[in-house]
């Protein structure tokens, strides 16, 4: 496999679930990053790792909660969301997150919250 | 104010138009010039990637930068069908909290219809 792989596609979940996204990537980069896309509205930056550590936290409620073992893999743990909450969540990888290298974005996670 | 504005569209031109996306931005660090293509139910691609001010061509796609308007551009020459989607222009600077840190635009919606 090449580039960014996000799992699930599509999530629907009520508000009590607990559920977890997974990204991947392919391409050898060092930083990892989470986006919330919303109807018209510009990508949402929430979550920076650069080498395994988190180095942003852009505000995020504390429902949703990180996690990087490794340069190649990120989650995004959820846990009683609300229904602003539903978006299509975007991973993102790029070589340095203290560089300006280009991001690659994977196809995403369509969430839906009931 | 924003610190990347562009035009929702929708814009809808027939096949074979020139089509001219732009954006504006208010934060004279940036230096760094992305566009990203987003077809449906994808995630965004990287289109087009300049530095500083001037032209870029790939293709049928020309990036244009004019940093003392703070204004950038993306047109599309002979354009297709397969061109119809959503078109983000972000922008990154080299220092302080904009280096490695995208900025985006809300996306212009592109139809080209045949």
């Known amino acids: 496999e090449t580039g960014v792989t996000q799992t699930p596609r599509h999530l629907v979940m009520g508000m009590t679930n607990k559920k977890s996204l997974k990204c991947e990537q392919h391409l050898g980069h060092n930083a990892m990053y989470w986006y919330k896309q919303s109807a018209k509205k510009p990508l949402e930056l929430m979550f920076v790792y650069n080498f395994k550590e988190q180095t942003e936290n852009n505000s995020v409620p504390s429902r949703f909660s990180p996690e990087c073992p490794n340069s190649s893999h990120l989650f995004l743990h959820l846990h009683t969301l609300q229904p602003e909450d539903s978006a299509l969540y975007l991973c993102?990888?790029?070589?340095?997150?203290?560089?300006?290298?280009?991001?690659?974005f994977g196809d995403g996670t369509r969430l839906s919250i009931l | 104010q924003k610190e990347v504005e562009q035009d929702p569209g929708p814009l809808s031109v027939p096949e074979g138009a020139i089509v001219s996306l732009n954006c504006t931005y208010s934060n004279s660090a940036f230096q760094y010039f992305m566009w990203y293509r987003q077809y449906s139910r994808k995630g965004p691609e990287l289109l087009m990637y300049?530095?500083?001010?001037g032209n870029k061509e790939d293709g049928r796609f020309t990036a244009q930068v004019d940093k003392s308007s703070k204004y950038i551009s993306l047109f599309i020459r002979d354009s297709q069908p397969s061109d119809s989607a959503t078109y983000l222009c972000a922008m990154s600077g080299g220092r302080g909290s904009t280096l490695g840190r995208l900025y985006f635009g809300r996306g212009t919606q592109l139809t080209v219809w045949p």
């Open positions: 993102a990888s790029s070589q340095d997150s203290g560089s300006n290298q280009p991001q690659h």
């Open positions: 300049t530095y500083s001010s």
